[in-house]
């Protein structure tokens, strides 16, 4: 059974950062991609960052890119999303998902669980 346990949300400072982490466990970590969503409030839950199960590849949506950075330990089984220079339009619950399939890649990244989410709220 496939399990993923956010955390590193928390209240920040337009201009800030945060880390989040996101513990996978119930397989083999390193052979699947991982990934970064996020949802506002009122809003359509979105793609904000995916890596390939090599680490090798990511991809993230325009809006992040040059913000954020998504990484993995596999020795740790845990996938991070560093993120920096925040923008309010960055508050949102975070969720950390991974595929269904093994030796995935960042482009064609497609969810299958989910973990429970981790607030981000960045005040201005």
């Known amino acids: 059974q496939v399990q993923l346990v956010e955390s590193g949300g928390g209240l920040v400072q337009v201009g800030g950062s945060l880390r989040l982490s996101c513990a996978a466990s119930?397989?083999?970590?390193?052979?699947?991609?991982m990934g970064w969503f996020r949802q506002a409030p009122g809003k359509e839950r979105e793609f904000v960052a995916a890596i390939g199960w090599s680490g090798a590849d990511t991809n993230y949506r325009h809006s992040v890119k040059g913000r954020f950075t998504i990484s993995r330990d596999n020795a740790k089984n845990t996938v991070y999303l560093q993120m920096n220079s925040l923008k309010p339009e960055d508050t949102a619950v975070y969720y950390c998902?991974?595929?269904?399939?093994?030796?995935?890649?960042?482009?064609?990244?497609?969810?299958?669980?989910w973990g429970q989410g981790t607030q981000v709220t960045v005040s201005s």
């Open positions: 119930g397989r083999t970590f390193s052979s699947y991609a």
């Open positions: 998902t991974t595929e269904n399939s093994a030796y995935g890649w960042a482009r064609t990244f497609q969810s299958a669980y």
